[in-house]
């Protein structure tokens, strides 16, 4: 069975623009989460899917970042107007037992 | 603001040597979960420990969840190259969401 994947691999964008990152989470799973690395950093927690429940945004840094789970499976998150400071990795983890799986992420540039 | 403490930031290991990890939580967690993350890889979860006073070991790793369920460590024996990376915890405080401590990066002198 296929892990998590999430696409594209690396993205690289100028400021000011829009991106969307997409993850493709484990078949089955009912949880989603978005972390999001700075280098030589720790996971920030963006935001997290859990069902047909409402998802919990407490993570998200402004109201540029938004993100969305179609059909309780593939999720998108979008960062409009990007900023340098924006550049990070953005890593997805779908979970169903407890325990997450990471997909290898999106690394995010934004000159 | 963050929920689960990691303590060292940074261990500087010789290889062959012993060393210990350390996580810390402000609030009771109905599980602790420890990930790997290798230099440019993404984080791989190792293991859970659920139990109060729970030890569990991986060939030279040893994870223990304490007492009181606040707070764990993870004690690599014999250190090796391969051990190289960051070791994140993550609790579940009150059965919510997981939250990850900040991680110990790891690095082995040979």
């Known amino acids: 069975g296929a892990g998590v994947s999430q696409s594209p691999s690396n993205k690289v964008t100028e400021k000011g623009k829009d991106v969307e990152l997409r993850c493709d989470p484990i078949?089955?799973?009912?949880?989603l989460y978005w972390y999001r690395q700075s280098l030589g950093q720790g996971l920030e927690f963006l935001i997290y899917f859990q069902g047909n429940s409402a998802p919990d945004k407490s993570g998200l840094p402004s109201d540029r970042f938004s993100a969305e789970r179609t059909g309780g499976s593939v999720s998108t998150l979008t960062i409009q107007r990007t900023q340098q400071e924006d550049s990070a990795v953005y890593l997805c983890?779908?979970?169903?037992?407890?325990?997450?799986?990471f997909g290898p992420g999106t690394r995010l540039t934004v000159l | 603001g963050q929920q689960v403490m990691q303590i060292p930031q940074y261990q500087h290991v010789q290889e062959g040597e012993d060393f210990t990890t350390y996580c810390n939580s402000s609030?009771?967690?109905?599980?602790i979960q420890w990930y790997k993350q290798r230099p440019g890889g993404h984080p791989v979860f190792l293991i859970q420990?659920?139990?109060?006073?729970e030890v569990k070991k991986q060939k030279r790793l040893t994870f223990q969840f304490g007492e009181a369920k606040k707070n764990s460590s993870l004690h690599i024996t014999a250190t090796q190259t391969t051990d190289v990376g960051t070791y994140f915890c993550a609790g579940r405080p009150n059965d919510y969401k997981l939250s990850f401590g900040a991680g110990t990066t790891v690095t082995v002198r040979a």
């Open positions: 078949s089955g799973h009912t949880a």
């Open positions: 609030t009771t967690l109905s599980n």
């Open positions: 420990l659920v139990k109060s006073g």
């Open positions: 983890a779908s979970s169903a037992m407890g325990s997450q799986y």
